[in-house]
């Protein structure tokens, strides 16, 4: 199934002039400014950029985690100033109770979602769907520590999934898994958000994982002050398959932009500022 343009026109999130400050000592720390973002139903929207560059700071602004200090964000045309179960988010841990199975770990999320208007045989049936979504039907009697990691965040998945979200926001979910683990769930992530057309936020330090699975990728500048430095619309048919994309000129020519953005031309601004910052040096040194 291809998904195309035509399946994808209305906004359903947006992020308007959004920037975030924090206080320290030395007056207000500007960790965001002037992110201006336009996601489609349905479009699955990779973040990516160097270490503190504010990826997971954006994330945690939609997620209502934190609140935006200047702009905002709006959802299906409400503003999002709280936390709310049409977005959940899977975080780098799966944060699952250890001392739950596999099925209630899921049957957990689905209660407080649907806040008693499911029959247990309902929610049993809702239960077992997502975990089958994500191939984690055989083991709904295990508890966390009886599986790998990679099947731990297949359940974390499966939780946020069984949420029925209009929007799933990722912080790295498959930063800390082995390189074929990692394969595998970028594989059947691709598969779910194809059956669900689901809105899909997604931070990734990934290059090859953000061209693999993304619409479009956000490339965030370095911080302070970071902002939206560029977007690469990833215009390669769906399904989409990495054995056959990796000979692909589009794909590495994606790649190669991604790459450009983060070794070159953020490298010059950070050699830029280091220039600027000595010269500062210099001349303080200088009237002393």
Same mark, same amino acid.
Request: with cysteine.
């Given at each position: ?14 992020? !308007?002039? /959004? ?40 994330? =945690?602004?939609?997620a ?5 200090t200047?702009g ?24 699952? $109770?250890?001392?739950? !199975? ?15 208007k ?8 809702w ?17 966390? =520590? ?12 499966? %939780? ?5 979200p ?30 669900? =057309?689901? !809105? ?15 619409? %479009? ?16 619309? /990833?215009?390669?048919? %769906?399904? +989409? ?13 994606? +790649? ?11 490298r010059? /601004?950070?050699? $830029?500022?280091?220039? %600027? ?12």
């Amino acid at each position: 199934m291809q998904k195309t343009n035509s399946g994808m026109q209305k906004t359903h999130l947006e992020l !308007t002039q /959004v920037g975030i400050s924090f206080p320290t000592e030395k007056g207000p720390f500007v960790a965001l400014q002037n992110v201006n973002l336009h996601i489609k139903k349905g479009e699955f929207v990779s973040l990516i950029g160097h270490s503190g560059c504010g990826k997971s700071t954006v994330l =945690n602004i939609v997620a209502g985690l934190h609140q935006a200090t200047t702009g905002g964000v709006i959802l299906n045309h409400k503003e999002v100033t709280e936390p709310g179960p049409e977005r959940a988010v899977v975080f780098q841990n799966h944060s699952l $109770l250890p001392w739950l !199975t596999v099925y209630q770990n899921v049957e957990l999320a689905v209660k407080q979602q649907s806040d008693g208007k499911k029959t247990k045989a309902e929610i049993r049936d809702w239960v077992e769907h997502n975990l089958e979504l994500v191939h984690m039907s055989h083991a709904l009697d295990k508890r966390p =520590n009886e599986i790998s990691g990679g099947m731990k965040q297949r359940v974390g998945i499966a %939780r946020a999934l069984a949420m029925q979200p209009e929007v799933l926001l990722m912080d790295e979910p498959f930063g800390a898994l082995d390189a074929l683990t990692r394969a595998h769930l970028q594989d059947s992530l691709m598969e779910i958000q194809a059956q669900l =057309n689901t !809105t899909v936020m997604m931070i990734t330090h990934d290059v090859d994982e953000a061209v693999l699975l993304s619409d %479009r990728i956000v490339m965030m500048t370095n911080g302070p002050a970071a902002t939206i430095g560029e977007i690469l619309t /990833v215009d390669l048919p %769906r399904p +989409r398959h990495r054995l056959q994309l990796a000979d692909d000129p589009s794909y590495n020519h994606y +790649r190669h932009q991604v790459l450009s953005f983060l070794y070159e031309k953020q490298r010059k /601004v950070e050699d $830029l500022g280091s220039k %600027r910052e000595k010269k500062q040096q210099n001349k303080t040194q200088a009237s002393a």
